[in-house]
């Protein structure tokens, strides 16, 4: 008897330790906890949220993490995201973002930095059918040393945001329960790391395009062209270092883009280095989670091969994230740039929603972060009656105004231009920045 005592005691003592171990090396957090989404068009929504959680719109809710919690993350990172059913029961796009924040300042600073670290699609979903729930995953150690640098940590808070555009104007007449409502999902966010022989204590981290706009018409940076180009140098060469692209296509409308695989090729430096076609699998696994009438596209299950003629994504299903290993990246200026040649936009209608960074892990300390460049401005109004105000950070040198067939109209170095005397149209604006980046817009005149 006594032998067998001594047997359970340490049986005992060995599971106390495993599950002690097993504590200590891995950890936990719920950034969100089944926070509402609401009317992406309405106006803000007035309805109370959790405590150190902050609603930016009705669309997206913004939360920082402690210090603590941020020492607790481990070697490795995880996302996984729960959007429930209220009351929209359509396909909508939804993401996951991180903001860097300079030290003590709101989440609205305009210095904040922001990256899409992961991007999913809502199903068909009824909130009257099981299951009402659909879940997304990320597997995202290679951003783990953002927690991780001591001068990320020394310069900026780090805050999830979570966001989800929807609307209810479908759910208020074809789902019981909707009518006259304006939730229409709700999220949780949990964050998941554990110990392994990664190691990863020094990071650099550049945004070059959060959910930017992407597209032949207004948002292209080579006119008529499917095309955006990112520019940044280094003063010293680097390794490990990578690019971290999304890119998803959408527009619904007849011979829409969200309904055509799209060739996609990625350059560096001028060098051909990839290239992909979205989606190309079967939605039959996620047809359980779209439980709307009307299905996941019909309610009979398609073949494979159906599936991969033409769709780009699936309702219920994550966005890829596309990570493009460079190796080594050498001192110097350098260029990335991404086209779709063969995208049409039927009725200039459509979009490729873009987001891209540029990221080193165990970098040299004496890379310079003021030297990676890239542009975030805005034009407006568009339709324009008589000034253009070119609204940007980066000092603008020129901008250059033709019309639809090539015939230059006129040249300005001011953000305010006056176009009152131009003939009504359609015309091409072609801006020039002084870090040497260029871009183009398509603006209407009335």
Excluded at 57 to 86: C, E, F, H, M, P
């Amino acid at each position: 008897m006594k032998n067998n005592t001594y047997f359970y005691c340490l049986l005992s003592f060995l599971f106390f330790c495993q599950l002690m171990f097993s504590q200590e090396n891995s950890y936990t957090l719920k950034v969100f906890d089944k926070v509402t989404f609401y009317d992406g068009y309405a106006s803000i929504s007035s309805a109370p949220v959790a405590e150190e959680v902050i609603r930016l719109d009705n669309s997206r809710y913004a939360k920082k993490i402690t210090d603590i919690q941020r020492q607790s993350i481990l070697n490795t990172l995880a996302i996984d995201v729960t959007i429930g059913a209220l009351c929209d029961n359509y396909d909508r796009i939804g993401g996951v973002f991180i903001s860097l924040v300079p030290k003590g300042e709101l989440i609205n600073s305009p210095d904040k930095q922001t990256i899409e670290i992961g991007r999913f699609i809502t199903p068909f979903m009824n909130k009257n059918k099981q299951p009402t729930e659909v879940p997304y995953h990320y597997d995202l150690t290679h951003l783990v040393g953002i927690f991780k640098d001591s001068e990320i940590k020394e310069l900026y808070d780090i805050w999830f945001e979570l966001n989800v555009f929807g609307v209810p104007y479908a759910a208020n007449t074809e789902v019981a329960g909707c009518a006259g409502r304006s939730d229409v999902f709700e999220g949780s966010l949990t964050l998941s790391s554990s110990s392994s022989d990664l190691n990863i204590t020094s990071f650099f981290i550049h945004p070059l395009a959060s959910r930017s706009d992407f597209n032949n018409y207004n948002a292209t940076d080579l006119t008529g062209t499917t095309t955006k180009i990112f520019e940044f140098s280094v003063n010293k060469s680097l390794k490990n270092a990578a690019f971290h692209l999304i890119t998803s296509n959408h527009g619904a409308n007849q011979n829409g883009e969200e309904y055509v695989r799209r060739t996609h090729n990625i350059y560096f430096d001028n060098n051909f280095i990839l290239t992909y076609k979205p989606g190309g699998k079967s939605c039959e696994p996620f047809r359980k989670y779209n439980t709307q009438a009307n299905g996941i596209y019909g309610s009979s299950t398609k073949s494979e091969a159906w599936w991969k003629d033409w769709n780009n994504w699936c309702p219920g299903d994550i966005i890829p994230n596309r990570i493009i290993e460079l190796n080594e990246v050498g001192e110097g200026q350098h260029q990335f740039k991404i086209t779709v040649p063969d995208a049409v936009f039927y009725g200039q209608d459509g979009n490729f929603p873009l987001s891209l960074f540029f990221y080193a892990r165990d970098y040299d300390k004496t890379l310079s972060v003021e030297n990676f460049n890239s542009i975030e401005y805005r034009i407006y109004p568009n339709p324009i009656s008589e000034f253009l105000i070119v609204d940007c950070a980066e000092q603008l040198s020129q901008a250059t105004l033709y019309d639809i067939t090539g015939n230059l109209i006129l040249t300005s170095h001011e953000t305010k231009i006056n176009l009152t005397s131009l003939a009504r149209g359609t015309y091409i604006v072609k801006l020039i920045f002084e870090n040497g980046i260029t871009s183009t817009e398509k603006i209407v005149k009335n």
